[in-house]
Structures are given as C-alpha cells and as structure tokens.
C-alpha cells in the first residue's frame, strides 16, 4: 500500500480564507505533485517538485502555491479562497527513477462557500 | 507529449474479461506505456506498465503491438468492485512524470 497522506480530506471555508492542504509521503520519494480534479472530469497537474526546495508550475495555471522544505512534505497553499478554487486536490509522489508509477493520496475536497 | 484515445464509457457483466484499447499514435522511443484506475472521490492507483509485447500482474495484463500506436488493458474476470475510470498514460519512465497527461479516461461499468 502506498504512504502518501493528505489532510484534511474534507474542508468547506468561507470566501478570503487562506488555507494549507498538507501532503505527506513515507515512501522516500523525490518528485511530488498536485494534481486538481472536478468531479466528472480529468486530472489536472497543477504542481511539482523535484527535491527539497525545488517547485515548478504544471499545465494548469492554479493559484495556489507549494513549498518543499522537507522530503516527505508537500503542502498547497491558497492565500484567499474563492468559490472558484472549489475542487478536489489530490497529491502524488514516486521514484525519480520510475515517474510512470504515482502514488496518490486520497484526496482533499476543498469547497469554498 | 504523446496523446492518448481511449473510449469514454465501456459496460461489461460480472465474469467477463473487458479490454479497455488506447491509441497513442505519437509515442516517443522513451515512451512507457502505464494504466490507472479511479474510484469516486479517491486518487487514481497504478495498475500496470509495458514498454512493449505483453506485460501481466496479479490484476491485469498489458498487450503492446510491435509498432506501440496502441495499447490493450485486460482485465479477467471482473467483477462489481472493478466499476471505475481507468486511464492509459504515455510518457518516459524517468524524469517525466510532471508530463503524464490522465485525459478523460474510460469509465467501466460492470453490472450483475
């Protein structure tokens, strides 16, 4: 079973809220992602990292951010929170030496009010 | 970026083997070919990957033709539990997950 854990999995705030979905993996894993995903729809990337202090911007332009401090830590960060940005967020991570094969969390389900 | 095809919807019965066919005409020499499934409000999970001919787990087997435009996921015998949206990826096995496109995938419906 993969280690990736997300929290919260479920959080509905109010519009101008800043908020953090965490992510975290136990697998050791350099490269972590955040893919964004309406219900019914495909996934989108919105983030990824390659190592600590490392992040760059996905296809989907998001306006969230990330930081990796740590290995294993992969936090998204939406400053002020609108209506829009209601999704769900998954995170993933997986071995440089085989970015075919994701591990994924399951999931935090934003709704902003 | 390989572009994949796959059919949106596909309906099978309980015990049936199901073949799930993706197009990806434009797959690169690096290219791997890689499956995952999706169940409602979780993340998808990986079920299988080939480079080429045949590839085949404890869920799954991968069919590659020689000219790799086209991949076939086979699922024996399935069941309820395997009603999900399965998605086919094409993309190098290393340094390039950040280039793996899901698309829409296929949802499979399997009824009794």
């Known amino acids: 079973e993969a280690d990736i854990y997300q929290t919260p999995r479920y959080l509905v705030i109010g519009t101008g809220k800043k908020i953090t979905l965490e992510c975290s993996q136990t697998?050791?894993?350099?490269?972590m992602y955040w893919y964004q995903q309406d219900p019914g729809m495909e996934l989108h990337l919105i983030h990824y990292?390659?190592?600590?202090?490392?992040?760059e911007k996905g296809d989907l332009s998001s306006e969230s951010t990330v930081s990796r401090i740590r290995t294993e830590h992969f936090p998204l960060t939406l400053e002020s929170a609108r209506p829009s940005h209601t999704s769900q967020y998954l995170c993933?991570?997986?071995?440089?030496?085989?970015?075919?094969?994701?591990?994924f969390g399951e999931g935090s389900r934003l709704t902003v009010l | 970026l390989a572009k994949t095809t796959q059919p949106i919807s596909m309906d099978s019965y309980e015990g049936q083997e199901v073949n799930i066919t993706c197009s990806h005409n434009?797959?690169?020499?690096?290219?791997?070919i890689t499956w995952y499934q999706q169940f409602p409000s979780q993340g998808p999970r990986f079920i299988i990957q080939?480079?080429?001919t045949k590839v085949t787990n404890e869920v799954a087997s991968l069919f590659i033709p020689a000219d790799r435009k086209s991949s076939t996921l086979s699922l024996p015998r399935v069941s309820l539990s395997d009603t999900a949206v399965y998605y086919c990826?094409?993309?190098?096995?290393?340094?390039?997950?950040?280039?793996?496109?899901f698309g829409t995938g296929t949802q499979l419906k399997v009824e009794l």
């Open positions: 993933a991570s997986s071995e440089l030496q085989n970015t075919g094969e994701l591990f």
């Open positions: 697998m050791g894993h350099d490269k």
């Open positions: 990292s390659y190592g600590v202090n490392s992040t």
């Open positions: 434009n797959i690169a020499t690096n290219d791997y």
């Open positions: 080939g480079y080429k």
């Open positions: 990826l094409v993309g190098p096995r290393t340094g390039g997950g950040n280039k793996l496109t």
